[in-house]
């Protein structure tokens, strides 16, 4: 089997034999994750060795979200932590070998919860409210981690976070927007002028959600993965976005369609939230605000995956295909704009 887009199998391959020590080719090859994220591939070596290899997408969108040195580092320091994350193997920041720099990490056995059907065949009932459990309380750990200890104090800067992301994201709602979103601007003006006072910086993962970790049969998070967008920051920004991705079996739809967490057992958001605060010790007290933004920067990141698809550039869609992301836009620019009673 040749190796899909996105890996260079001769050069690729000498380079894992010289440089991971114990791999020897030839290499199966399998993509286990694409799009327009960092692409993830499943590499088996000729003792059956799994492997995991990461580069970035084909078509870049944020460079400052596929440095492949930057991620190496992160996972690689949060090893020396309590926050489970794959062990990294090697770093080639040479180009010529696959068209762009990619790192190499041990594999994870585990899952990955991406719909109710994958939930309710892979976990118990009792099992999905383990995962809750455990996935805040993996982000309470990974907000605890001393960035001193595991050299990352000098990730980014420390202050200011929700204002870095307003700038960012509203800059890329400008660049791709396909329409007037009034709703949108309104919520942006309102964010700066209430921002909340943000207490000392930790690790922020930017993009925590279920499917964004691999949990074991118990559902106990085993690996928290897509460490493409983390940053030094304030952490109540990460329990908001996951609030955002997640609606459990009896909550109201959130803005994000997407995800398992409807299956019976997992938790319900108010649950997961209060457990990350008992666990975390922290105050929640603004916590509208952070919500209103996870909920904006949502409408802000999927407008910009409904703009590429229009543009032909993650692939031709059928327009009926579309509609869900305009959908979803709206939705959570509306869901931003009713927690700060602009609506």
């Known amino acids: 089997m040749s190796a ?59 460079t400052s979200a596929h440095d492949m040195a930057r991620e190496h580092r992160i996972i690689s320091a949060l090893h020396r932590s309590s926050v489970p994350v794959p062990t990294t193997l090697g770093l080639c920041e040479d180009s010529d070998i696959n068209g ?40 309470a750990a990974i907000h605890h981690v001393n960035l001193e200890a595991v050299g990352l104090s000098d990730l980014g800067r420390h202050e200011d976070y929700l204002a870095r992301q307003l700038r960012r994201w509203y800059g890329q709602w400008e660049q791709q927007r396909t329409r007037d979103l009034d709703l949108i601007d309104s919520v942006h003006a309102e964010l700066i002028a209430h ?31 897509d460490w493409e967008i983390c940053t030094l ?23 994000w369609e997407s995800g398992a967490t409807t299956a019976t057992g997992f938790w319900n958001r108010d649950q997961l939230i209060e457990r990350y605060a008992a666990t975390s010790k922290r105050d929640l007290g603004d916590f509208d605000v952070y919500l209103a933004f996870a909920n ?37 620019a509306t869901a931003a704009a009713t927690l700060l009673n602009l609506i």
């Open 233 to 255: 920051g304030d952490p109540l920004a990460d329990i908001a976005t996951l609030a955002v991705y997640w609606t459990g079996p009896t909550d109201e739809q959130s803005a």
């Open 296 to 332: 904006w920067k949502l409408a802000c990141i999927l407008e910009g995956v409904y703009a590429r698809y229009l543009g032909g550039a993650l692939g031709e869609r059928d327009a009926a295909e579309l509609e869900p992301f305009k959908r979803q836009v709206d939705s959570a």
């Open 4 to 62: 899909p887009a996105g890996i260079a199998e001769s050069s690729v391959t000498k380079w894992l034999n010289a440089s991971i020590d114990g791999a020897s080719g030839p290499y199966e090859w399998e993509m286990i994750a694409g799009g327009h994220s960092n692409l993830t591939f499943l590499v088996t070596d000729a003792n059956g060795r799994r492997l995991v290899l990461r580069r970035p997408p084909l078509a870049h969108g944020l």
């Open 100 to 139: 762009a720099p990619f790192y190499v990490m041990d594999y994870v056995a585990g899952h990955v919860l991406r719909d109710v059907a994958s939930a309710e065949r892979l976990l118990t009932e009792q099992s999905r409210a383990q995962a809750s459990e455990s996935l805040a309380d993996t982000l």
């Open 195 to 225: 921002l909340p006072e943000q207490g000392p910086a930790t690790i922020v993962h930017g993009d925590y959600r279920l499917d964004n970790t691999m949990v074991d049969d118990d559902g106990n998070v085993c690996a928290v993965l």
